[in-house]
């Protein structure tokens, strides 16, 4: 099993900025692609942003330009400097791993707990 465990949300206002870890332990699972997702009430999850292990990213339209994703792969650990923050960016974030077991061909995605970034007006 791997573990994701997430810090660094919380309240800022509008225009401010925060910083999400989220820290994996991962056994002999080989991490592919590490990322955030989040969601918002009455939302579907969505990609905020994800990068590979070669150091890649891809980020949200919506986010493009404000968040960076960075990755420590000896650390296996990923982060998200989110700047000029948004009401509308307010959601539960949530840590995603993907990757394979040793031996294995199957792509399994793990998932952190979630924490809540709130971003007042």
């Known amino acids: 099993q791997v573990q994701l465990v997430e810090s660094g949300g919380g309240l800022v206002q509008d225009g401010g900025s925060l910083r999400l870890s989220c820290a994996a332990s991962?056994?002999?699972?080989?991490?592919?692609?590490m990322g955030w997702y989040r969601q918002a009430p009455g939302t579907q999850r969505e990609l905020v942003a994800i990068?590979?292990?070669?150091?890649?990213?891809n980020y949200a339209d919506s986010v493009q330009g404000r968040f960076t994703i960075s990755r420590d792969n000896a650390k296996n650990t990923v982060y998200l400097q989110m700047n000029s923050l948004k009401t509308e960016d307010t959601a539960v974030y949530y840590c995603?791993?993907?990757?394979?077991?040793?031996?294995?061909?199957?792509?399994?995605?793990?998932w952190g707990q979630g924490t809540q970034v709130t971003v007042s007006s």
């Open positions: 990068v590979n292990s070669g150091g890649s990213a």
């Open positions: 995603y791993a993907g990757g394979r077991w040793p031996s294995t061909f199957s792509y399994i995605n793990y």
């Open positions: 991962v056994s002999t699972f080989r991490i592919e692609a």
